[in-house]
């Protein structure tokens, strides 16, 4: 189901990034948005854009998640697409990230996610049409050291995302995955200090993606009705290694992973 005229959405983690991004190709597309982040007040980003309403929204919280459905119900009577995309940064080798971490990167990358389909499934099956779009990320797909928690949760909302193809399929409603690599976004600015944050932003900052090329992919990826999108080359690329080159992949992350090592070694020595 391409998207189109009119189409009703709800994007997280609206105000900067791929959310605002995605928002703003919705609205360009003249779709009616209900983008949500965790500001009261519309964020600066966001203003001005046509058919864009905003609400307040925390993915961990079950009120918040039921007042957006109200507000959706009572708008507009349904909703057509369903972007979970709110999500932070996390890393650290399995001894040094604290539960803590975990605990706080599961409640919003992970079950951020089920509760925005589980709180709108039920709008889909009464439709019998709709789309959920849930950002993942490559590390879902591919599993660098370093990074446990965010590849766990990211590989969580992959396996999410493939059951509900499959379990709702049959009433009328799509289920497409986003796995990008580094793109130039600020997620790298919620991790806790050390060697993994350090690694994520020097990614980050040296990618030659943006936000925007991003939003313009996975759109032309849902209207085509994409369920595992592979958001650009290195993505494909490290797919297809693991997948078929199983050696050379096991041994570029023990590269990363000696790399590392090597990193926390010299700053230790000064």
Known sequence: ???????????????????????RGLSERGCRVLA??????????????SGMRYRRLDVRSDVDWAAAREQVMA????????????????????????????????SINLLGVVRGCQVFAPVF????????????????L?????????NAVKAGVVALSETLHIELEPFGI?????????????????????DAKDMASALIDASPR??????????????AGTHLILADKPTRAAYLVKRFARPVYLRSLRA???????????AAAR
């Open 1 to 23: 189901m391409a998207i189109c005229l009119n189409d009703r959405a709800l994007v997280t983690g609206a105000a900067s990034g791929f959310g605002l991004a995605l928002t």
């Open 36 to 49: 949500v982040d965790l500001t009261d007040e519309t964020p600066r980003t966001l203003r001005g854009l």
């Open 75 to 106: 708008d507009w009577n349904g909703l057509d697409l369903l972007v979970n995309n709110a999500g932070v940064g996390s890393g650290g080798d399995i001894d040094v990230e604290p539960i803590s971490e975990w605990e706080r990167v599961v």
């Open 125 to 140: 099956k009464d439709q019998h049409t709709g789309h959920i779009v849930n950002v993942a990320s490559a590390a879902g």
């Open 142 to 150: 591919v599993h660098p050291p370093g990074m446990a928690s965010y």
């Open 174 to 194: 799509a289920t497409s995955v986003v796995c990008p690599s580094f793109f130039r976004t600020d997620i790298a600015r919620n991790m806790a200090a050390g």
């Open 210 to 223: 943006t936000a925007e090329e991003l939003a313009a992919t996975v759109l032309t990826a849902v209207d």
């Open 256 to 266: 990363m992973a000696a790399r590392s090592r090597a990193r926390r070694a010299g």
